[in-house]
Every structure is written in C-alpha cells, then in structure tokens.
C-alpha cells in the first residue's frame, strides 16, 4: 500500500461481476517504503487510515487520517516517522479501542517499535520494552487463548534477522522464544490452518544472507511452535502471504505473492488436512515496489478476491 493514487485491477476466483471503482481525492501524503492499516479508532462506524513512509521529499511522515463520511482528516496525532517496517491497528491493552502498533526506522537510523495507546482519541506511547529494527512484520493473534493479542514479529537489526513470539499478558510482553527461524521482507499471519482451536503461524522472509526464501508454516502444540515441514515453494526475496479459505471447503489455505529479481508469482496452496497442493494460478503478481509487496483478501460475492500493489514487470508502479 504505497501510494494511494490507485489504478485498481483485482484477480480473483469465480464468475466475473463488473465492479466500479472512483478514485477518491484525500489529503493523504503519497508516500513510498509505507505501511498503512484501517480500523474505527474513533469508534464512529467508519474506517480510520494510520500511515507511514516516505515523502516525495525524502523526508519520513506518519499521522492517522481521521475518515468523516468519506473525507480523510489528519489528525497530527505525534506518531515517530518513520519507513520500512510495519504499522497495524490493535487492542492490545482490551479496553474496547483501537490502539497503534508501529515499527520502522527513519532517516537518521533511529530504529522504532511503539505500541500508541488510544485515550479517548490521543494517541500515548506505551514502553513495551520490544526490540527495534527494520523490514518488520507483525502479526497479532491470541495464541495463547487467554483473552489477550499475542505478537508475532520480525525485524532486522546490526546484520541479523529476527523472529519472536511475544506473549501479551495484560499488556506486558515477553518473548517465549519460541525457536523461529530469522527472517526478514516476509509476513507473519496467524491462523487456526488445523481446526484444532488454537492460532498457528505462517512465517515468510528471507534470512539475513538472502540466500533464500522460506515459507514456513509453525502448528501451535499447547503453546510449543513446531515446523510442519509442509514444503511450501521457497523463491522468493521480498514477498506477502495471507490465510483464506480460497477454496470454500471450510480450513485455511495459504495466498502467496513474492518476487525473485526474475519472477514474481502468485500462488495458492489449497490445505487438505493439513496437506498444502500448490494451484498454477496463471496469474502474474507484481514485483516489489521498493521492497515491498502489499496485498488484502476479500469477498464481495462468495469467493476470495484479491488486491496487490507492486511494480509490474517494467518496474511501473501496478496495483
């Protein structure tokens, strides 16, 4: 989700069903090395945008937009700028809010990870003592199933790539070292991929070396992470993969979309108990923009729907 002048092609599964789409005119800064997340922080009933990146100036930017009816108002909300990391929307503390998850560094090298805590619309940094880097990706999910968001988080860090599993218990956070292998540029998604009521973890990234990828799939054992071995295609540097049911049959299949320097698939594994079969879409995705590749699952008529923003193959930008 780079910029947010939008040319929107989707690819998905199904009969096709013509859709129009209207470019929205917003105050919204288009920026590059970004990271954006939706949620109601206000409470309102509409979709509130947090986002931060790189200006057309070279200079780092956050805010949160604040969505009236449509219209997109920032609210100087004192968010670090910062770039190349991730930023998601979370009620991390159970109060019934939205608060706001943030990690990146910025020009200066200053690295960051800073949960804000929404109080009735100001946004406060809380110290939750995680490590800093860049190339991050969060996942939250309540693993545990003790009624509060756990975090699964990636960054990288002095050459070195990290992976953790941190337990959220009222709002203080422990890694459990869970024995996660160090990756970096991938994606970390929680999903109950076994139906066995617990969240597992779908791991993606490339080592430190960037040697190769992994795409990785960790089966939750009463709260030990243990590598299923599911043999999913590793090829690709920078990527982003999603839980869905893509094939309806009622357990999580894995949406993936990567870029390799001289492919960029797009690829789906349908799970069969627990067996991944990979689907030849024959559908191209979209190379990084930048070093990243963002993607969003929906459904507007039954079936799984999908949009990714990236470069095509002649490095324009495509959405």
Same mark, same amino acid.
């Given at each position: 989700?780079?910029?947010?002048?939008?040319?929107?092609?989707?690819?998905?599964?199904?009969?096709?069903?013509?859709?129009?789409?209207?470019?929205?005119?917003?105050?919204?800064?288009?920026?590059?090395?970004?990271? #954006?997340?939706?949620? $109601?922080?206000? %409470?309102?009933?509409?979709?509130?945008?947090?986002?931060?990146?790189?200006?057309?100036?070279?200079?780092?930017?956050? $805010?949160?937009?604040?969505?009236?009816?449509?219209?997109?108002?920032?609210?100087?909300?004192?968010? +670090?700028?910062?770039?190349?990391?991730?930023? +998601?929307?979370?009620?991390?503390?159970?109060?019934?809010?939205?608060?706001?998850?943030?990690?990146?560094?910025?020009?200066?090298? %200053?690295?960051?990870?800073?949960?804000?805590?929404?109080?009735?619309?100001?946004?406060?940094?809380?110290?939750?003592?995680?490590? *800093?880097?860049? @190339?991050?990706?969060?996942?939250?999910?309540?693993?545990?199933? $003790?009624?509060?968001?756990?975090? #699964?988080?990636? @960054?990288?860090?002095?050459?070195?790539? %990290?992976?953790?599993?941190?337990? %959220?218990?009222?709002? &203080?956070?422990?890694?459990?070292?869970?024995?996660?292998?160090?990756?970096?540029?991938?994606?970390?998604?929680?999903?109950?991929?076994?139906?066995?009521?617990?969240?597992?973890?779908?791991?993606?990234?490339?080592?430190?070396?960037?040697? &190769?990828?992994?795409?990785?799939?960790?089966?939750?054992?009463?709260?030990?992470?243990?590598? *299923?071995?599911?043999?999913?295609?590793?090829?690709?540097?920078?990527?982003? #993969?999603? @839980?869905?049911? #893509?094939?309806?049959?009622? $357990?999580?299949?894995?949406?993936?979309?990567?870029?390799?320097?001289?492919?960029?698939?797009?690829?789906?594994?349908?799970?069969?108990?627990?067996?991944?079969?990979?689907?030849?879409?024959?559908?191209?995705?979209?190379?990084? +923009?930048?070093? &990243?590749?963002?993607?969003?699952?929906?459904? &507007?008529?039954?079936?799984?729907?999908?949009?990714?923003?990236?470069?095509?193959?002649?490095?324009?930008?495509?959405?």
């Amino acid at each position: 989700m780079k910029n947010f002048t939008l040319l929107v092609c989707i690819l998905f599964a199904g009969i096709i069903q013509a859709q129009t789409f209207t470019e929205v005119s917003t105050q919204i800064t288009p920026c590059f090395f970004a990271s #954006a997340d939706f949620a $109601d922080y206000d %409470n309102d009933g509409d979709q509130d945008l947090a986002i931060f990146g790189v200006d057309a100036n070279f200079n780092d930017i956050a $805010d949160i937009y604040r969505n009236d009816e449509g219209t997109f108002t920032p609210i100087n909300a004192g968010i +670090s700028p910062m770039h190349m990391g991730a930023i +998601s929307w979370v009620d991390y503390d159970g109060d019934g809010d939205f608060d706001l998850f943030c990690s990146g560094q910025d020009y200066s090298m %200053n690295a960051y990870a800073t949960m804000y805590s929404n109080e009735e619309g100001i946004f406060v940094p809380a110290g939750l003592g995680l490590p *800093t880097g860049f @190339w991050n990706s969060a996942g939250w999910g309540d693993y545990d199933n $003790d009624g509060d968001l756990d975090l #699964a988080y990636s @960054w990288y860090a002095t050459g070195i790539a %990290n992976s953790g599993i941190f337990m %959220n218990d009222n709002g &203080n956070f422990t890694n459990i070292n869970a024995g996660l292998p160090g990756l970096t540029a991938g994606s970390m998604e929680w999903g109950d991929f076994d139906g066995d009521g617990d969240l597992d973890l779908l791991h993606t990234g490339t080592p430190a070396d960037f040697t &190769n990828t992994l795409v990785l799939i960790f089966e939750n054992v009463d709260g030990d992470f243990v590598d *299923t071995q599911t043999g999913l295609m590793d090829c690709a540097w920078y990527n982003n #993969a999603l @839980w869905d049911d #893509a094939d309806g049959d009622g $357990d999580l299949d894995v949406v993936y979309v990567g870029d390799d320097g001289d492919q960029y698939p797009f690829v789906v594994y349908f799970n069969t108990d627990g067996v991944f079969e990979m689907m030849n879409t024959g559908l191209f995705g979209v190379r990084t +923009s930048n070093g &990243n590749i963002g993607m969003q699952i929906g459904d &507007n008529d039954g079936d799984m729907d999908v949009v990714m923003t990236g470069d095509d193959e002649n490095y324009a930008k495509s959405t």
